[in-house]
């Protein structure tokens, strides 16, 4: 139930753009995703829900594909303060169960 | 506000022991989570809370136990240690449905 993130690991020059994507193989309710830096804990970036509502982050934009069970998270220009770790968790299935599955992560590593 | 806070930071437990990890919020939010992240992994769920004596089993539940006596507190409890248990525990809560969860700093467990 696990969903996939890929790629994953990325090395960005600042100011370059990225996409990560988180794919599952059950149904969707929601997609939540989140940063991480080393040694810390999880920080909330976006909430993209089914039918289309999405909370979250202004400089940074994600996709919910509900038929494809994919969400994609989009990094453009990126700074150095967007490195870290980043996390898809998801609600599987087609109601809201207020539990998340977190994907297998995504390194991200932006360099001057 | 604090937020969300979680003692102790760091632990030593030998084997068999055991031990409560104590997890406060102070947003009057009606559901708490409990993670654990193991190295290099993605968080998976341990038990969650929807309000105060109301608990349910998350991914992996075996070898803990937690309760809600009040929407403050939720703590986990770990009986017969086990090097397995090694990892990092993060709390978490939020407001309600369709919101995203609010993570605390995390408790670093060791099981010699």
């Known amino acids: 139930q696990q969903p996939v993130q890929s790629p994953q690991a990325v090395i960005l020059r600042e100011g370059e753009d990225a996409v990560i994507n988180c794919s599952s193989s059950?149904?969707?309710?929601?997609v939540h995703w989140y940063r991480q830096k080393h040694g810390e804990a999880p920080v909330f970036l976006m909430i993209?829900?089914?039918?289309?509502e999405q909370k979250g982050h202004d400089k940074i934009s994600a996709s919910f594909n509900e038929k494809k069970q994919q969400s994609s998270l989009y990094l453009t220009a990126s700074q150095l303060s967007y490195s870290g770790t980043y996390f898809c968790?998801?609600?599987?299935?087609?109601?809201?169960?207020?539990?998340?599955?977190f994907g297998t992560g995504t390194r991200l590593q932006v360099f001057p | 506000n604090a937020g969300v806070t979680q003692t102790p930071k760091f632990r030593i437990l030998k084997i068999g022991q055991s031990m409560t990890l104590q997890c406060t919020q102070d947003?009057?939010?009606?559901?708490m989570y409990w993670y654990r992240q193991d190295p290099g992994m993605g968080l998976k769920l341990i038990y969650y809370?929807?309000?105060?004596?109301?608990?349910d089993k998350g991914e992996v539940p075996n070898g803990y136990n937690v309760s809600r006596s009040t929407t403050e507190d939720f703590p986990l409890r770990l009986e017969l240690a086990a090097p397995s248990q090694t990892s990092v525990y993060f709390c978490?809560?939020?407001?309600?449905?369709?919101?995203?969860?609010?993570f605390g700093p995390g408790t670093r467990l060791l099981v010699l």
């Open positions: 978490a809560s939020k407001t309600g449905a369709k919101e995203t969860q609010y």
């Open positions: 968790g998801t609600e599987i299935g087609s109601y809201n169960t207020d539990k998340l599955i």
């Open positions: 059950k149904a969707l309710y929601s």
């Open positions: 809370s929807v309000g105060a004596g109301i608990t």
């Open positions: 993209l829900l089914k039918g289309g």
């Open positions: 947003m009057n939010h009606n559901y």
